[in-house]
C-alpha cells in the first residue's frame, strides 16, 4: 500500500530493501496495522543522499525500517567503498532523514562487530572489536543510526525464513530432504534469527515505545552449526542427507569470522519482549515448509 490509501488515518512505514529477505517480511507482517511503502535498490539509491531526503520527506513516515545491506562478508574487503556506502553512509543519510521528519528509525547490524574470541553469549553492553571490513562498515552503520533521536538497532544473526530460502539454515535443509551432504562448523557457535521473529519484536519494540539504542534481537539459546544442523535432521525425523563436521580452521575465507557469534538478547527481555527458542523458530520453519 502506498501513500494516497485510503487508509490514511493509519501510520505509514517506509521500509527500504523491501525485496530482500528481511526487507520483504516487514513489507508482508506490517501491512495490517500500516501503510506500507516498499522501496528496492531498483526504486531508492539509498547512497544518493538528496534521493533519501526527497523521498523521505514525500513519504512522511512514523517509522524508517532499514533493510538495506551490503551483505557480501569475503567482498567487502577488496571494495570496502561500496560496503560503507550502503552500511554506514547510507544508514547516515537515512537517520538524518528521520531525524528532520520525526521519524523513529529502525535500523539492522550483526553480530560480525564482534571479535568472537569469548565462550559465552555477547550482550548490549560487550565492546564491538570488527574483524573485517564488513563488520567494520556495520559498526559504523550502528552509529549513524544514532543521529536520528529515535532509534532502534538490532544485531541479528544468521537470518533465516522468509521468500527467498538461501541462508544456512536452508542449505541444511535441502540437504537433509534430498539426501546431499551438507558441510557445517562444529566448531563457532551461533544463536540465529528466524525473521518471523525479528519482525514479531520489532513491532513489539514500536508499541512499547521502548527506550532507544542498541538490541540484540535473536532466539533464544545457542549452539554450534553442527547443534543447529543435528537439530533440524531430529525435527525432520529421518532425512536422507549427512552432516559433514568442519572445523573454522580448515576453511580458508579472505574475511575472518567470529568463531563464538552468539548474542543474547537481554535489552528485548528487559523490556518484556522475549524471544522464542532457536529450536522452536526451527520448528516453526520446517512446518511452514514442507
Avoid at 123 to 139: I, N
Avoid at 185 to 211: H, I, K, N, W
Avoid at 252 to 268: G, I, M, T, Y
Wanted: some cysteine; hydrophobic content about 40%; charged content about 20%.
Amino acid at each position: 500500500m502506498t501513500e494516497g490509501s485510503s487508509s490514511a488515518a493509519r501510520p505509514v512505514v517506509l521500509v527500504t530493501g523491501a525485496a530482500g529477505q528481511l526487507g520483504s517480511a516487514f513489507v508482508t507482517n506490517l501491512a495490517d496495522g500500516y501503510d506500507v511503502v516498499g522501496e528496492t535498490r531498483h526504486t531508492l539509491d539509498v547512497t544518493n543522499h538528496a534521493a533519501v531526503m526527497h523521498r523521505v520527506a514525500d513519504v512522511s513516515p512514523s517509522v524508517i525500517v532499514n533493510c538495506t545491506a551490503y551483505n557480501n562478508v569475503d567482498g567487502a574487503e577488496d571494495d570496502p567503498v561500496t560496503a560503507f556506502a550502503i552500511n554506514a553512509f547510507a544508514v547516515r543519510s537515512l537517520a538524518r532523514a528521520a531525524r528532520e521528519t520525526g521519524a523513529v528509525l529502525v535500523h539492522f547490524s550483526t553480530d560480525f562487530v564482534f571479535s568472537g574470541d569469548t565462550d559465552r553469549p555477547y550482550t548490549e553492553d560487550d565492546p564491538p572489536s570488527p574483524q573485517s571490513v564488513y563488520a567494520q562498515s556495520k559498526l559504523v552503520g550502528e552509529w549513524m543510526a544514532a543521529d536520528a533521536p529515535r532509534h532502534y538497532v538490532l544485531r541479528v544473526e544468521s537470518l533465516f525464513g522468509g521468500p527467498h530460502g538461501r541462508s544456512s539454515i536452508d542449505r541444511i535443509i535441502h540437504a537433509l530432504r534430498t539426501g546431499g551432504d551438507a558441510k557445517v562448523f562444529s566448531d563457532r557457535y551461533v544463536s540465529p534469527s528466524f525473521v518471523e521473529d525479528v519482525v514479531t519484536a520489532t513491532r513489539a519494540l514500536l508499541g512499547a515505545q521502548a527506550a532507544p539504542g542498541v538490541y540484540h534481537c535473536v532466539n533464544s539459546g545457542f549452539g554450534t552449526w553442527m547443534d543447529v544442523g543435528q537439530e533440524i535432521a531430529r525435527q525432520l525425523g529421518a532425512p536422507g542427507g549427512r552432516l559433514v563436521p568442519v572445523l573454522t580452521s580448515d576453511v580458508k575465507l579472505k574475511a575472518p569470522r567470529p568463531r563464538f557469534a552468539a548474542l543474547e538478547a537481554r535489552r528485548l527481555a528487559q523490556a518484556n519482549i522475549m524471544m522464542p527458542t532457536w529450536q522452536d523458530a526451527i520448528r516453526r520453519y520446517l512446518s511452514a515448509t514442507p
